[in-house]
């Protein structure tokens, strides 16, 4: 197996030589292989994500540009769980289907920020795998977290577009994860 990630990612190196001379093109390449890849990753959301990061530099290269997604989806989700927890509290009446789909999200988010913490130290050891499962469990979190308010009609998620997000960012840093091992 080992040769054959190799010469994959060699290709992809030589490729980005070619067509990338800055970080601006290889976000663009990466971005259009992502979104290719996964008809659910929105091109523009992947592009205008990567280029607002302040740790971007001038000349990144692939790897960078994957601990740049691990650590946007890592802020998210942090952000997120944070917001979920101000809607829990929020005196407000929530219905109890409602409040019990946010305690369950509440869960999943939780248990996402320890999770994305490791899979940026795997990461940076490349210990490629490791970081695919874990980044894997935050993306199906996102999409279980959702569906949770998809089971009864009346009910509508107020969570909807934090999850798009955190589908989208893990959709990206796995997509990157991939392209490296
Ligand atoms: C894309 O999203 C739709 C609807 O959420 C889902 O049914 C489908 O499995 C998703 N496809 C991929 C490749 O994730
Ligand atoms: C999540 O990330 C997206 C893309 O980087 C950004 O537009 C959005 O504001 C972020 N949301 C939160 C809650 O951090
Ligand atoms: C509680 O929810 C209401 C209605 O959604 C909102 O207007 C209010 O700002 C919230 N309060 C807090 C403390 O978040
Ligand atoms: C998520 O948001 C993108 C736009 O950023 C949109 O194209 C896509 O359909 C949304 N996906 C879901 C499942 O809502």
Known sequence: ?????????????ISTLFHATNSDNL??????????KDPNLSYNFCVTSLQASP???????????????IKLLNQNVTNTRNY?????ENKTKLDPYTKACLSDCF????????TLSDA?????????????????????ASTTCEDGF???????????????NTFQLSAI???IVEMLY
């Open 1 to 13: 197996m080992r040769p054959l990630f190799s010469s994959f990612y060699l290709l992809f190196f």
């Open 27 to 36: 976000i663009q390449e990466t971005c259009k292989k992502c979104s290719q």
């Open 55 to 69: 740790e971007l530099g001038l000349c990144d290269n692939l790897h960078h540009l994957g601990k740049i997604s």
């Open 84 to 88: 979920i927890k101000k809607l829990l």
């Open 107 to 114: 869960e999943l988010y939780s248990d996402a920020v320890p």
């Open 120 to 140: 940026l130290k795997d990461y940076k050891a490349r210990r490629y795998e490791n970081a695919n499962i874990e980044v894997s469990s935050v993306f199906d």
């Open 150 to 164: 998809k089971e009864k009609e009346s009910v509508i998620s107020p969570l909807t577009k934090r999850n798009n």
């Open 173 to 175: 840093a796995l997509s």
